[in-house]
């Protein structure tokens, strides 16, 4: 496929998304996490074509806690933590839990960024909350009021923007790559504050999901396991 050679000029490192999840799980058996003493959450875009990175994960672990808002952001707070690590299998004295969290962008065959084909649609766009940020980005108008009938998208606009230098509008990717950074940024200042780390150990495995022509695709990034308290970098 035209889409390979794509992938590895702009990332150098990819998996089929079937395949980054299998190879993590099986990382992750060898440090002592399997679908029996553990529970998976996923952090993904609502966008239904992201919803593939669900099904696998769920073949492997089970059915997973939902952590997912739009571009992924992570917006569930010390609520939605506290209930996912409470419904944590109990095994040898020990919990322990999976976050896969992930930011996505569609690249075509002509390594337009942002546009993919969907069922009875000939051109579509993902991720389109972040087009829509950026599409105000390059207006140079954005509406950072919290609109209660639009919270998820102004909450990602308000936190997006905190990163972003006055007056910058990144491209889709770069804008992509930020979100990966929040997400997980988010994410780990509520493990910090929820997580009894002498209870529990846990996995943070993260990438960028990217939807080709074709299929889904998994550029990996940052992952670790935190076991006994001690944070270990995992390469994928
Ligand atoms: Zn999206």
Known sequence: MIIKPILEKLFGNY??????????????????????????SVCICRDEISQTVRSHVKRMWGEAFN???????????????RAF??????????????FYAFSHIAIDENENMGVCKRKGLEKSHACGALCLFQGELLNGKINIRLDEEDIEESILKRRLLRELKYGEVPD?????KLTLKVIIEDLENIIEKVVDKNKA???????IQIHGPQEN????????VVITGEKKKISI
């Open 201 to 207: 150990d846990y996995a943070l495995i993260s990438g």
């Open 15 to 40: 998996y089929k998304e079937y395949d980054f999840i299998k190879k993590s799980y099986d990382i992750l058996k060898d440090f002592g996490f399997n679908e029996d003493n553990s529970i998976a």
């Open 172 to 176: 889709l990717l770069s804008l992509t």
């Open 217 to 224: 695709y998994i550029i990996p990034d940052e992952s670790y």
């Open 85 to 98: 690590i409470s419904h944590a299998p109990q095994v040898d004295g020990r919990e322990r839990y999976v």
């Open 67 to 81: 952590f997912s808002s739009l571009a992924g952001l992570f917006t569930a707070g010390k609520t939605g933590m």
